[in-house]
């Protein structure tokens, strides 16, 4: 076990000298460690600067596509009626729509069941097999005398019959308060409900009614009949769907037209994102030895290379579309700080002017969406130069560590020698002291009396 005769001996503090000594001898230790810090901070905003080339990629993918980039607004002279929504790709146009009749699901319902007290009580209706017909297919239902109450009945067509649904009924009727309803989770006519009770015997059979027929919708578009399965009618007409929502005496007027406004906004969107990536940039390229100001990127290079990348991209020109072939025909120009700025008035003069020119500058495989994404995908992947630059610090902090380690190693060996030293010499005084004491015990007594010496 150590110990430490510290100046017990000689008076002198030799903790503190020690302390002193490995202080002195670890400055070089001070240095690395701020070497290492400086390695982090770069390896985290060269991190940060990948996920901001990744959030501008995300915008990209928003709109790589023409049903993406395209927007449309639909609008109804009566959504009461006909209601309407729109894709990027609708067809524009004004659309006479009208509604002769709505798509109905079918709902059968038992008549009242006499001498039924509960829902769960056995021996409601007759044993055997109920047949169900619904969307074309029939499934027998087994009813024994074990499962033969309201409820079981209607356990047993929910969990075996496809595509209804099943529940009795309180009327609260005096004598036949309870009925089984069977209703279709999906419209039109196709959805038919059946019963067929002959397969029971033995008790009660209840005889079925068809409340509601199952229906299509019917509606007129600009003249033409259109049937369909349920209220939401799409495929109609490109891009465009028309809901149905209750039977009209005349037509409804529904207008679609392109929404540049939403356009404008995705672009907005697209150039703060890229601005995110250039204001990082500049941010960390900052350097002010007055202010003590010094960003991450100071002495770095690999940064100059990503923007200069992305600004090559937004600079050239696409063989997307031979009426739009650069941004700066959309109002897009690069400011002197490496941002991208949009002069929204150009842009929409230029929707208004080639807006088939515009959508396939952006997003065409040879247009500038996919050559700026491939770009961002060549950067940051495994093999690319902001991934590579991470791996580099990486390394180089490992480096570090590995040198604060042999460093830290030899500081707790130079102390524990120095306290050793120390030690052995606060021993060594300790034996010359009992030395000389013992000396000193052995020397004749003094007398001083008269002036004359005696012994």
């Known amino acids: 076990m150590a110990y430490s005769v510290g100046g017990i001996v000689s008076g002198i503090d030799t903790d503190t000298i020690v302390s002193q000594l490995v202080a002195a001898a670890g400055r070089p230790r001070q240095a690395i460690a701020r070497q290492r810090a400086v390695l982090e901070t770069k390896k985290e905003a060269f991190g940060t600067l990948n996920s901001r080339l990744g959030s501008l990629k995300t915008s990209l993918e928003a709109l790589d596509t023409e049903a993406e980039f395209r927007a449309a607004k639909g609008i109804s002279g009566n959504e009461d009626a006909v209601g309407v929504t729109v894709a990027g790709n609708a067809a524009i146009g004004s659309f006479s729509v009208g509604v002769t009749q709505l798509a109905q699901a079918a709902m059968v319902v038992s008549d009242g069941i006499a001498g039924v007290t509960s829902k769960t009580a056995d021996g409601a209706i007759g044993t055997g097999t109920l047949g169900v017909t619904y969307n074309g297919t029939t499934t027998s239902v087994t009813i024994d005398s074990s499962s033969s109450s309201l409820q079981d009945v209607v356990d047993a067509l929910n969990d075996q019959v496809e595509g209804i649904q099943a529940y009795v009924m309180d009327t609260g009727d005096a004598t036949s308060p309870y009925r089984i309803v069977l209703g279709g989770e999906q419209t039109g006519a196709d959805y038919g409900i059946t019963i067929d009770t002959s397969g029971l015997a033995g008790g009660t059979v209840p005889s079925f009614t068809e409340e509601v027929a199952a229906q299509d919708a019917i509606l007129t578009v600009n003249g033409v009949s259109i049937t369909h399965a349920d209220n939401d009618v799409e ?78 991209v937004m600079g050239s020109t696409y063989t997307a579309s031979s009426t739009m072939t650069a941004l700066s025909g959309m109002g897009f120009s690069t400011k002197q700080n490496g941002d991208l700025e949009l002069d929204e008035d150009e842009l929409r003069a230029a929707l208004a002017d080639n807006y088939d020119g515009c959508v396939k500058l952006f997003t065409s495989t040879t247009g500038v969406n996919e050559a700026l994404r491939n770009k961002i995908d060549e950067l940051t992947d495994d093999e690319g130069i902001v991934q590579s630059r991470v791996d580099g610090l990486d390394e180089a902090i490992e480096r570090q560590d590995d040198r604060l380690d042999r460093i830290g190693k030899r500081l707790e060996a130079y102390e524990a020698r120095l306290k050793r030293q120390f030690q052995s010499m606060e021993l060594s005084m300790a034996r010359f002291q009992n030395a000389g004491s013992s000396l000193m015990a052995l020397m004749p007594a003094q007398q001083t009396s008269n002036g004359q010496g005696g012994g």
């Open 235 to 312: 495929d109609v007409v490109e891009g465009v769907t028309f809901h149905a929502m209750e039977v009209t005496t005349g037509s409804v007027s529904v207008n679609v037209s392109r929404d540049v406004d939403a356009m404008v906004d995705q672009i907005k969107s697209f150039v703060a994102a890229y601005n995110n990536v250039s204001s990082f940039i500049r941010t960390q390229t900052a350097y002010n030895p007055d202010a003590d100001i010094k960003g991450a990127f100071v002495g770095e290079s690999t940064h100059r290379a990503v923007q200069q990348s992305l600004q090559v």
